[in-house]
């Protein structure tokens, strides 16, 4: 069994190489490395989690917004003049713009704030494979939210 994100959307890159979600070199490869370990435990999981936690006490909302919204900070300087996180679109990308869908349930986010980063994830949602995804994640998501509204 293979689990963290990271490591599987590695796989999955390498599995289909003609697909171009992937690196072929080394220097590459770690830069992919390093986006998917960003976004992961940067975004995901500092920033994201205790926002989408229905449990978390608003200090801990407020902590973690203001504590990692300076990544978002460093996306917008990254992305400004760039289509995608390397010079492809990758598995990162794909990882990336499902991190920033989660927006539209964290109100205290606001994307306009970004320009570069909102832009990025408006060219990356009209992709159609990420659009079909993220059609996809909405009906589960909304599937689940009523589900959760049954059992109460």
Not at 32 to 50: A, D, V
Not at 124 to 144: D, G, H, N, Q, T
Request: glycine content about 2%; some cysteine.
């Amino acid at each position: 069994m293979l689990t963290e994100n990271a490591a599987i959307l590695q796989y999955v890159a390498d599995q289909f190489p003609r697909a171009g979600i992937g690196t072929s070199s080394n220097v590459e490869r770690s830069r992919l490395h390093q986006w998917l370990c960003f976004i992961g435990t940067e975004l995901h999981k500092g920033l994201f989690l205790p926002l989408l936690d229905k449990k978390a006490p608003p200090e801990a909302k407020s902590y973690a917004l203001e504590k990692y919204v300076s990544r978002l900070d460093y996306l917008e300087d990254h992305l400004k003049d760039r289509d995608y996180l390397l010079d492809h679109f990758s598995v990162a990308d794909a990882y990336l713009v499902t991190v920033i869908n989660w927006t539209m349930a964290t109100p205290p986010i606001e994307l306009a704030k970004w320009p570069a980063l909102k832009a990025y994830y408006e060219r990356l949602r009209s992709r159609p494979s990420v659009a079909k995804a993220i059609a996809e994640e909405f009906e589960l998501y909304k599937a689940e939210i009523a589900r959760h509204k049954a059992a109460a």
